[in-house]
């Protein structure tokens, strides 16, 4: 935008344009790439300048970058917050130079809601509830004991810890069902097959993978195949996103289920920040439209999947 005179408010008038600063995760999964894709394209579409900072997954960086774009006298600030806990302070500092600020995709543990005008994201405690469902009705004729190891996302990311919470509460129903390991393979393909593969060694006869995001998946299927095993047959695998190369691997039968997780985040945003900057109301919570994929359902849809 062309800075013009300051306006009392302190912000640079312009040309009516509004400007963004948004603090991305990271670039760790393929879903972290689609939406940042979404974001600084819908900001292109909407006319909205885009301040953009990666965060490299460390909540230092995302406070260092929300505290510049306070400095920069942003319009808006957006975020998607690594862990759920410690913005408070950082979300005052906004709140006193009077730049609202919105939640998306991730959420905060903050108790004063006033920190932030809106949360626009997935439901992950229903992702987890849509994971155990399936594994509930998959086994639901069987009564032996269904050993389960899950690779849980980023520790103390919200996505972790619903995603975590939903599927135990669902899969309570059934005793038959045991969780025999369970630890962060941080939402990376990389670190997921590392984890897996000290799960082979140490857990005997996995029957089911709960991995809390495709990547994951993806490294773990690594791991399976290193050691001899058939993933999708020897062992079960569920995950959650959908991004092109969870669904093709769902197509090719070596995931078994995968939980919709959507990215496209970006068109929503931009109308709600300019809501926001022209101080209409906006729901509290956006909650993402998502759906979920059976092997069958993966092989229609992956020709006109956007990301
Ligand atoms: C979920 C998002 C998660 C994805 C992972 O909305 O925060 O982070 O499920 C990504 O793939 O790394």
Known sequence: STPGASTDT?????????TMGFSQV???????????????????????ELKFSDAQ????????????????????????????????TVLKEAQNAKIPVILTDRAVDSADKTLYKTFLGSDFVEEGKKAGQWLVEEYKDSKDPVNIVELQGTTGSAPANDRKAGFAEVIAADPKFKIAASQTGDFTRAKGKEVMEAFLKSTPDIDVLYAHNDDMGLGAIEAIEGAGKVPGKDIKIITVDAVKDGMQALADGKISYIVECSPLLGPQLMDLAKKVVAGEQVPERVVTEETTFTQEQAKQALPTRQY
């Open 10 to 18: 302190g912000k640079v008038a312009d040309d009516g344009k509004i």
């Open 26 to 48: 990271g670039a760790e999964s393929g879903w972290r790439t689609a939406n940042t894709k979404s974001v600084q394209e819908s900001a292109k579409s909407a006319g909205v």
């Open 57 to 88: 997954q460390k909540q230092e960086n995302q406070i260092k970058a929300i505290r510049s774009f306070v400095q920069q006298k942003v319009d808006v600030i957006a975020f998607s917050p690594v862990v759920e806990s410690g913005w408070d």
